[in-house]
């Protein structure tokens, strides 16, 4: 994973400031739809993990064995190539939603900390509500499979990420500019 870019800082792009919108929150928060809002309201591409692991990987998934021995390489892949996506569309002078997972703080540290000049760039949305509520939320998805739905999340994938999830603290909201969405 390389912590540096290729690409010119903001402060360097003549009459552009681009900036990277990342979304977070644990599954069923309403992240799909924030994202959607975003898109629009800042003329954004959005770049979602669970679209490009649906797309690219769903076919493939074992049903049996270690699904997470399988899918945490895969995982990281796709990140990285998310991440240099975002770097062109950003140092091509456009914003970008990234909606890709980083449920636990050293998650995100590790995301922050490969951001280089883009850092300053970025506003975090963090999104939450009650487990009974975002559970009901994602039977719901699964059985219709609207507009926000990428994959299925079956009930032990909901329960573990549901345990996994940690909210910015307060040394994240200090160092970052954070907006938490009711």
């Known amino acids: 994973m390389h912590t540096a870019s290729t690409h ?7 009459g552009t400031s681009p900036r990277i919108h990342l979304v977070i929150g644990p599954v069923g928060a309403g992240k799909s739809t924030l994202v959607r809002q975003l898109v629009q309201q800042h003329r954004a591409v959005a770049l979602n993990l669970d679209d490009w692991m649906a797309t690219l990987f769903s076919p493939d998934r074992p049903d049996t064995g270690d699904v997470m021995a399988w899918y ?99 040394a994240e909201c200090a160092e970052r500019s954070v907006v938490f969405v009711p």
Request: proline letters at 8%; charged letters at 25%; hydrophobic letters at 45%.
């Open 72 to 170: 945490i390489p895969r995982t990281l892949r796709c990140l990285e190539q998310i991440w240099k996506t975002a770097e062109a569309v950003l140092a091509a002078g456009g914003d970008v939603v990234l909606e890709v997972g980083l449920i636990q703080q050293h998650q995100r540290d590790a995301f922050y900390a490969r951001m280089g000049p883009w850092a300053d760039a970025m506003v975090v949305y963090v999104l939450d509500a009650p487990r009974e509520v975002r559970r009901e939320r994602v039977l719901r998805r699964n059985a219709e499979q609207g507009e926000t739905f990428s994959m299925v999340v079956p009930p032990l994938i909901f329960e573990l990420a549901s345990d996994l999830w940690k909210p910015p603290g307060e």
């Open 8 to 14: 010119a800082a903001p402060s360097t792009m003549a």
